[in-house]
């Protein structure tokens, strides 16, 4: 074969020609957290495979951080990522009852005008 | 200040920049894994990108070229790269520990500069410290796991080290000027870097359970400093004007 | 064909029979038809699970297979500011591969398996790549033109139903912004520059109008049809509109730096449907059943890759660990 790219050119094809291909070698599977700036969330940017946490982070600066600006990552074993199952997604679906924690369920400026035409009397 | 010694200090070292990132960046899409290809690759567009920018110091300051000509169109004896740089990737063993010798000896060449009399490399070294720092972390990461992973990768990362010293130790081939830039200032000379270099990548050899090869004198790759090049570099730079040379009034 | 869908007539039939649990798919679709997405660990049909593996894993294969033509002019691109762009656009190439891979491994399938599969045959990638680049014009008009009919596929695919393909396509199509800019920056160079340079850019295209038109599969009329995957927003845009699309946005930029397709029928009508000859649809299979002029170059090249990092990967492996998928 003869290759217009000089750099295939001048690799040892032959060496891969014959014989099965095997690719099975599996890493580690990092999850990649990545910290914008200073004060902002970490946020959840996708995976690398890698064999060791230093190995894992410095993949994830090329993989997640070449562009833009990066204050830190962080790369924490997939393995290690414990999460709910997704059918009790239904959990997390708040009642109308919870109004209480709501800021804007207190309103009393009604009352306090209120009051105040009563004094006034 | 010595003009010509400065000179010959810029052109050695952004082409030594210029040249590795060219040979690393033929990495690129071919790596041994899809995250270490665009790492590997980032990295040699940093090296492309720090020998542009001291071609401009060299064209700014200096009264050279434009950094364009200089780099795409000077003939092979104006070229002042050691052989090192110029050899072909090979497989990744040596490709990796090129970079592992190479870019020590970049880094605490810069971290010397960084006290040079002359201001505009003062500035360069400040501000590409962090890529360089990137640099050597990787390559030591992989010569770490690489020199202790198993049989294979530690017996092929010793033959790699073992051909690759002799051309590492060209890095520092002295200049004719030597003498001048340590007394004005510029740079603390080859022999300092060297020892530094030694020292530094001794322990780190060590931790990758690698031994360094004794070398002889005479076996070291020398004259790439005076413009004598290994036969890899003329096929190079023959590539890397070929577009160029088709229409050499056209702007690209 | 690169993150598309095409079906085989005995695929559409199977599509088209039920055999899943009817309560879960109801609730399945409705989540959909919602405009909400699919999360890894979610009940899924199995043919949404294998189309939507199938339709990633060929787009992860195109992303890493495509890096090769362009590859080609790496060590010969002119200047700092050329070779520089190629080299970082021909990177973000594989680091697309990188994030495609990780999304359609959460469908179950590792990254070895997908890249021993693109090695062995049994997974394709776009059919675009098994061109060559001639010259550094090639590059300009990959970058411009083949790069622009990428991006109108990816941005529709972007809108799909499977949150960890969406997520990756909008990182994409970030980055594919610059790899357009770069590439219509090159082209406008050539068409402005020399007569030289005007000559192996018409060259270029002449030679890549077809593989264009190609790019978006057979025409619709041809095609095996599913609602079911359209329903599914696995596929979100038939292969004519996608194409028509792409004519629209691409010709006019091409026709302004007084340049021409190899097609005197080439003209878009009242109804703003594009008009174009038969872009000869046996090339298309004779090359996807590689015919192409490179497809055995790319294989052998990537085969490479595989087999000369081998020792690499082995040797950073930890032999205790077990493979995990990532999580989204
Ligand atoms: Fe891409
Ligand atoms: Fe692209």
């Given at each position: 074969?003869?290759s217009?790219?000089p750099?295939?050119k001048?690799?040892?094809?032959?060496?891969?020609?014959?014989g099965?291909?095997h690719?099975?070698?599996?890493?580690i599977?990092?999850?990649?957290?990545?910290?914008?700036k200073?004060?902002?969330?970490?946020?959840?940017?996708g995976a690398?495979h890698?064999?060791n946490?230093?190995?894992a982070?410095?993949?994830?600066k090329?993989?997640?951080g070449?562009?833009?600006?990066?204050?830190n990552?962080?790369?924490?074993?997939?393995?290690?990522?414990y999460t709910?199952?997704?059918e009790d997604?239904?959990?997390?679906?708040?009642?109308?009852?919870?109004?209480?924690?709501?800021?804007?369920?207190?309103k009393v400026?009604d009352?306090?005008?209120k009051?105040q035409?009563?004094?006034?009397? | 200040?010595n003009n010509?010694?400065?000179?010959?200090?810029?052109?050695?070292m952004?082409d030594?920049a210029?040249i590795?990132?060219?040979?690393?960046?033929?990495?690129?899409?071919?790596?041994?894994?899809?995250?270490?290809?665009?790492?590997?690759s980032?990295?040699?567009?940093?090296?492309?990108?720090?020998?542009?920018a001291?071609?401009k110091?060299?064209?700014?300051?200096?009264g050279e070229?434009d950094?364009?000509?200089?780099?795409?169109?000077?003939?092979?004896?104006?070229?002042?790269?050691c052989?090192?740089t110029?050899?072909?990737?090979?497989?990744y063993d040596?490709?990796l520990v090129r970079?592992?010798?190479f870019?020590h000896?970049?880094?605490?060449?810069?971290?010397?500069?960084?006290?040079?009399?002359?201001?505009?490399?003062?500035?360069l070294a400040?501000?590409?410290?962090?890529e360089?720092?990137?640099?050597?972390?990787?390559?030591?990461?992989?010569?770490?796991?690489?020199?202790?992973?198993?049989?294979?990768s530690?017996?092929?990362?010793?033959s790699?080290l073992?051909y690759?010293?002799?051309?590492?130790?060209?890095?520092?081939?002295?200049s004719?000027?030597?003498?001048?830039?340590?007394?004005?200032?510029?740079?603390?000379?080859e022999?300092?870097l060297?020892?530094r270099?030694?020292?530094?990548?001794?322990?780190?050899?060590?931790?990758a359970?690698?031994k360094?090869?004794h070398?002889?004198?005479?076996?070291?790759?020398?004259?790439?400093?005076?413009?004598?090049?290994?036969?890899?570099?003329k096929?190079?730079?023959?590539?890397m004007?070929e577009?160029v040379?088709?229409d050499?009034?056209a702007?690209? | 064909?690169?993150?598309?869908?095409s079906?085989?007539?005995?695929?559409?039939?199977r599509l088209?029979l039920t055999?899943?649990?009817?309560i879960?798919?109801?609730?399945?679709?409705?989540?959909?038809?919602?405009?909400?997405?699919?999360e890894p660990?979610?009940?899924?049909?199995?043919?949404?699970r294998?189309?939507?593996?199938?339709?990633?894993?060929?787009?992860?294969h195109?992303e890493?297979?495509?890096?090769l033509?362009?590859?080609?002019?790496?060590?010969?691109?002119?200047?700092?500011?050329?070779?520089?762009?190629?080299?970082a656009?021909?990177q973000?190439e594989?680091?697309?591969?990188?994030l495609?891979?990780s999304?359609a491994?959460t469908?179950?399938k590792?990254r070895?398996?997908?890249?021993e599969?693109?090695l062995n045959?049994k997974?394709?990638?776009?059919?675009?790549f098994?061109?060559p680049?001639?010259?550094?014009?090639?590059?300009?008009?990959?970058?411009?033109?083949?790069?622009?009919?990428?991006i109108?596929n990816?941005v529709?695919?972007?809108?799909?139903s499977?949150?960890p393909y969406?997520?990756?396509?909008?990182?994409?199509?970030?980055?594919e912004?610059f790899h357009?800019?770069?590439?219509?920056?090159n082209v406008?160079y050539?068409?402005?520059?020399t007569?030289?340079?005007?000559?192996?850019?018409q060259?270029?295209?002449?030679?890549?109008y077809?593989?264009?038109?190609?790019f978006?599969?057979?025409p619709?009329?041809?095609?095996?049809?599913?609602e079911k995957l359209?329903?599914?927003?696995?596929?979100?845009?038939?292969?004519d509109?996608m194409?028509?699309?792409?004519?629209?946005?691409?010709?006019?930029?091409i026709w302004?730096l007084?340049?021409?397709?190899?097609?005197?029928?080439?003209?878009?009508?009242?109804d703003?449907?594009?008009?174009f000859?038969?872009?000869?649809?046996?090339?298309?299979?004779?090359v996807?059943?590689?015919g192409?002029?490179?497809?055995?170059?790319?294989?052998e090249?990537r085969?490479?890759?595989?087999?000369?990092?081998?020792?690499?990967?082995?040797?950073?492996?930890?032999?205790?660990?077990?493979?995990v998928?990532?999580m989204?």
């Open positions: 074969m003869s217009l790219d750099r295939i001048r690799l040892d094809l032959k060496k891969t020609e014959e099965e291909v690719t099975n070698t599996h890493l599977t990092w999850e990649v957290f990545h910290q914008e200073r004060g902002k969330q970490p946020m959840h940017v690398v890698a064999s946490p230093e190995m982070l410095l993949m994830a090329e993989t997640f070449r562009r833009g600006k990066t204050t990552l962080w790369v924490v074993k997939s393995s290690d990522v709910f199952p997704t997604e239904d959990m997390f679906e708040t009642t109308p009852e919870k109004m209480f924690r709501d800021p804007a369920y207190y400026r009352r306090i005008e009051f035409n009563k004094q006034k009397v | 200040m010509e010694g400065l000179k010959d200090l810029l052109y050695k952004a030594d210029l590795i990132g060219h040979r690393n960046s033929e990495w690129t899409g071919i790596g041994p894994m899809l995250e270490e290809d665009l790492a590997f980032s990295m040699a567009q940093d090296k492309i990108g720090h020998a542009q001291l071609y110091i060299l064209h700014e300051i200096l070229e950094p364009d000509k200089i780099a795409f169109l000077r003939e092979e004896k104006k070229f002042k790269c052989h090192f110029e050899l072909p990737i090979g497989e040596f490709s970079h592992f010798l870019d000896a970049e880094a605490l060449r810069y971290e010397m500069l960084a006290q040079s009399s002359f201001q505009p490399i003062v500035l400040k501000k590409i410290k962090g360089i720092k990137y640099h050597t972390m990787h390559s030591d990461s992989f010569l770490k796991q690489l020199g202790t992973g198993n049989e294979e530690h017996a092929r990362m010793q790699a073992n690759a010293f002799p051309f590492a130790l060209g890095i520092f081939e002295k004719e000027f030597e003498n001048e830039i340590i007394a004005d200032g510029i740079f603390a000379g022999e300092e060297k020892k270099w030694l020292e530094k990548i001794a322990t780190i050899i060590a931790a359970t690698l360094l090869p070398v002889d004198e005479s076996k070291i790759a020398y004259g790439g400093r005076k413009g004598f090049h290994s036969e890899y570099l096929p190079l730079l023959d590539e004007c577009v040379r088709t050499p009034e702007e690209w | 064909m690169y993150g598309n869908t079906l085989t007539e005995e695929e559409a039939k088209n055999e899943e649990d009817p879960k798919l109801a609730e399945f679709e409705d989540r959909i038809t919602r405009g909400e997405k699919i660990g979610d009940w899924m049909p199995k043919e949404y294998k189309q939507l593996l199938r339709m990633i894993e060929q787009h992860a195109s890493i297979v495509g890096a033509p362009e590859g080609t002019w790496i060590t010969r691109a002119p200047n700092f500011r050329r070779k520089l762009a190629l080299i656009k021909v973000d594989i680091g697309h591969g990188q495609l891979y999304a491994e469908l179950g590792t070895e398996q997908m890249l599969d693109l045959g997974s394709k990638y776009s059919n675009v098994n061109y680049a001639l010259t550094w014009a090639d590059v300009a008009v990959i970058g411009f033109l083949v790069d622009g009919a990428a109108v990816q529709i695919n972007s809108k799909g499977y949150g969406c997520r990756a396509l909008e990182r994409i199509c970030y980055e912004s357009l800019k770069q590439g219509h920056d406008v050539l068409a402005t520059g007569k030289h340079q005007r000559a192996i850019l060259d270029a295209i002449n030679r890549w077809r593989p264009l038109l190609h978006f599969g057979p619709d009329r041809n095609s095996q049809h599913s359209m329903k599914w927003k696995v596929k979100l845009a038939s292969n509109d194409r028509n699309q792409f004519l629209d946005q691409y010709v006019p930029k302004e007084d340049l021409t397709f190899p097609d005197p029928n080439l003209k878009k009508n009242d703003g449907i594009w008009e000859s038969d872009p000869d649809w046996d090339e298309f299979k004779r996807i059943n590689g192409g002029p490179c497809n055995a170059e790319r294989l090249v085969k490479y890759a595989e087999e000369a990092g081998r020792w690499v990967r082995n040797a950073l492996m930890s032999k205790n660990e077990k493979y998928m990532p989204a």
